[in-house]
């Protein structure tokens, strides 16, 4: 098994089948449904930073409600959060990123000076420490983000590293962890995405909940998507909805992982996976703009490939095969 850490959640908690990005599009707007359930009109995702990018640093925009409308906007959105809405109601949140294209709150102007945007490296110190907010958001960085071309293991290595901080911690008994893929990764899917609206949604991805109230093994087929989440802790907390997919009564709001009358599921502490970063493969960039091992990326059958791999060791020569398959 290639993701053996993730495969470990997904049996003994629970895995979703039916679970989408929001929209048809790339990482940026499925990261702002999470925290309102619709994208403000940003679609792509471009190198910006938020409410700090330059005054004439435009994106590509969709209409809301028409999704044939195309428009160029300032990367600074003027809606209502569910940030905010946790602050109404006296909840705690923090949002844990250091990638701006995955920093949402940063691109929202009510949110992005806000003292409860932390460094993504800060929560476990704040787990251990007995800080941990009453709803937290987790972007990893790097090489920890099962970002194509990246290693598989430190990703699952940083999952494995907040959960078992959770796990080791008092929290534990009565948290939920949802984790899930900003987008697509892969090149097929049998599944279509619904249509919901003129916008989404986009293409399926995996959803994993750990809990101790999660249901053994459990498959959820309900139909679910980024803005699941706003609706779960909508539904939790009793807040007011934000108007938007978390109104949609065909969207889950992901209580049935759960069953809160169950005995208590025990930890389970993941172990790292070990692995090795002699040979990786070149990355130009994360996010907006990858150049990963192949080139050209895109071509035809007649095409000669250059396929590149870095030797990062600097002591004594030696020598490896790399198989290059298919």
Known sequence: ????????????????????????????????????AQTGGIFETTTQTGCTSQKNDLVHSRNMNNGSIHYWSYPCYNIQDLPQSLTKAGLSWKYYCDVPIWC????????????????VNQFVGDVKNGKLATVSWITPTGTSTDHPPSLVEPAQNFVAQEVNAIMNSSYWANTAI??????????????????????????????????????????????????????????????????????????????????????????????????????????GGLGF??????????????????????YTRTDVPAVHNVLING
């Open 1 to 36: 098994i290639d993701i053996p850490t993730y495969w470990k959640y997904a049996k003994q908690f629970g895995l979703g089948d039916n679970f989408f990005t929001s929209y048809a599009t790339s990482s940026t707007p499925n990261h702002m449904a999470m925290i309102a």
């Open 104 to 119: 949402t709150p940063k691109m929202i102007q009510s949110l992005a000076n806000s003292p409860n945007n932390e460094h």
């Open 178 to 283: 949802f984790l899930t893929w900003d987008d697509w990764g892969g090149l097929y899917d049998h599944v279509i995405p619904p249509h919901v609206d003129s916008l989404g949604l986009g293409m399926r991805v995996p959803l994993i909940v750990i809990s101790p109230y999660a249901k053994h093994n459990y498959i959820s087929h309900q139909l679910g998507e980024f803005s699941s989440f706003a609706k779960f802790i909508e539904s939790n907390w009793r807040l007011p909805k934000l108007g938007h997919r978390d109104s949609l009564s065909s969207i889950s709001n992901l209580m049935d992982y759960f069953n809160f009358s169950q005995s208590l599921q025990p930890k389970m502490i993941v172990n790292p996976l070990p692995y090795s970063s002699t040979l990786l493969v070149p990355t």
């Open 289 to 310: 703009g990858v150049q990963g091992t192949l080139n050209p990326i895109i071509a035809d059958a007649n095409t000669n490939y250059q396929f590149s791999v870095v």
